[in-house]
């Protein structure tokens, strides 16, 4: 089962979850602003995508943040701690593929390998 991490309102989520529709692909959604995210999971993602493609920069909540919080997230352990408290900062989606690849952020041709 693909499971798509993320939140529902986010553009680049509404345009992923359309091409997983258009497809004809179940997913499970797991919305991690209302449930949070699985600290064994954002682990995952850390290890496997590195903290630097998985923290989002350019997004609203990013430039929201005291400077202080933003140099907090320098390193991964400040970056994990960050994404854990503001998972608006996670750079969206994240997927995992019924395969157990992980990908981030929304391309169709990058959708269309894992098919």
Not at 18 to 31: E, M, N, P, R, T
Not at 41 to 59: P, Y
Not at 62 to 78: I, M, N, P, S, T
Request: glycine share 6%; net charge positive.
């Amino acid at each position: 089962m693909i499971t798509v991490y993320g939140i529902p309102n986010c553009d680049t989520m509404k345009r992923a979850r359309a091409w997983l529709d258009d497809q004809g692909l179940s997913y499970h959604f797991h919305d991690y602003k209302r449930a949070g995210v699985p600290p064994e999971q954002l682990q995952r993602w850390l290890k496997e995508l590195g903290w630097e493609r998985v923290l989002n920069r350019a997004g609203t909540t990013w430039r929201k943040l005291d400077e202080a919080a933003k140099a907090a997230a320098a390193d991964a352990a400040g970056a994990a701690a960050l994404l854990q408290a503001q998972p608006s900062v996670i750079k969206r989606p994240i997927i995992e593929w019924d395969d157990g690849r992980l990908t981030v952020g929304f391309s169709a041709e990058t959708f269309s390998r894992h098919l």
